[in-house]
């Protein structure tokens, strides 16, 4: 049972730069692999990146790679995701999510359904 909490988001302008943060409480970190997922209105919800428990596997979604970078500092039990060259499509509600069945190394998955814990979410939107 952990709890997760993001924050960072708010409103930025096209080619802007924001980093997110994910912090856990009531379990260390270490013990899960961690994913972004962003769900905008009227889409299903997407995979953004993930990180291993190790955090040397980074997945990450094709509209985002290259762009965004996901971290994770398990001393401070937060994953990050640092995201550049916004554009207006990456407006969404972005969600961290806690995936507690991989190995230390282990690749995380792209599906929503592989996450066993999710925070609230935080609100991204890339306008002028």
């Known amino acids: 049972q952990v709890q997760l909490v993001e924050s960072g988001g708010g409103l930025v302008q096209p080619g802007g730069s924001v980093r997110l943060s994910c912090e856990a409480s009531?379990?260390?970190?270490?013990?899960?692999?961690m994913g972004w997922f962003r769900q905008a209105p009227g889409k299903e919800r997407e995979f953004v990146a993930a990180?291993?428990?190790?955090?040397?596997?980074?997945p990450y979604g094709d509209s985002v790679k290259g762009r965004f970078t996901i971290s994770r500092d398990n001393a401070k039990n937060t994953v990050y995701l640092q995201m550049n060259s916004l554009k207006p499509e990456d407006t969404a509600v972005y969600y961290c999510a806690a995936d507690e069945n991989r190995s230390w190394g282990g690749v995380p998955g792209r599906g929503s359904f592989e996450y066993d814990y999710w925070g609230q979410g935080t609100q991204v939107t890339v306008s002028s």
């Open positions: 990180i291993s428990r190790s955090g040397g596997a980074r």
């Open positions: 009531g379990r260390t970190l270490s013990n899960y692999a």
